[in-house]
């Protein structure tokens, strides 16, 4: 019922095992063990608590995880409430949804391209037509007053409600630098078509007063453009 080797046994270039091999309970291996160029596990192995791979390992077409995937303990990434969740050093890099994502913290890039073709675009309307819009939404008391339908009214109303700030983020690895820019919860009263709420995970509450909300900064580039013109 079984083979016991108190010291060495070489059994010829190759063990072939046609059926059925019942090694009792457990195969233990102090040193080392070469299986020819491949393992191949038909159903279920279970390998202790690790298995450690030093050189490459290679997971045919799919590889899936349950939990957290370790590179190191403090740098994983983890499915959280369908969402993708990169942790770098311990801190929040980078969370992934099925609609985009948000980048943490701060992010260097060579080049940024935004798609800007005209065949990806609809309603194209002139900017002072835009902005007018605004301005009578928000005075229409004082717009009914004198209705000229002058651009440079339109664009110097437009530049006189924008207020811009310096600032410091409360939190975060560039809240030690000063900023420049404008806060989104007014310039939403002006240029509400540049203001965006922000996602949040379906693991996170609710923001107290409400979704937070950023500007989309390059747009105005298209207000800036138009007030240099006038």
């Known amino acids: 019922s079984s083979m016991s080797v108190f010291g060495g046994s070489r059994v010829g270039a190759s063990v072939s095992v046609i059926s059925f091999v019942h090694l009792g ?8 063990a070469r299986l020819g160029s491949a393992v191949s596990v038909l159903g279920f192995a ?12 290679k997971f045919g077409s799919n590889i899936y995880s349950h939990g957290k995937l370790y590179f190191s303990d403090t740098t994983y990434l983890e499915d959280v409430s369908n969402s993708l969740k990169v942790t770098v050093g311990g ?7 099925s609609t985009g994502g948000t980048l943490h913290g701060l992010w260097y890039s060579d080049t940024v391209i935004s798609v800007s073709d005209r065949r990806l675009k609809d309603n194209i309307t002139p900017l002072v037509k835009t902005l007018r819009h605004n301005q009578e939404a928000l005075e229409k008391p004082a717009m009914a007053a004198a209705d000229d339908g002058d651009s440079s009214s339109t664009l110097s109303w437009v530049l006189r409600q924008l207020r811009p700030v ?12 000063v900023r420049f820019g404008f ?8 240029l509400p078509q540049v203001v965006r709420e922000l996602p949040t995970r379906d693991d996170e509450p609710e923001p107290e007063g409400g979704k937070k909300k950023g500007i989309v ?3 105005l580039i298209a207000v800036l453009t138009a007030m240099m013109r006038d």
């Open 91 to 97: 801190n929040s890099a980078m969370s992934l949804t």
């Open 166 to 177: 310096s600032y410091n983020f409360k939190k975060g690895s560039d809240a030690k630098n």
């Open 217 to 219: 900064y390059p747009d």
């Open 25 to 32: 309970s457990s195969l233990s291996l102090r040193s080392f």
């Open 183 to 190: 806060i989104a919860d007014e310039m939403e009263k002006v």
């Open 46 to 57: 279970n390998i202790g608590s690790s298995l450690s791979v030093r050189s490459l390992a």
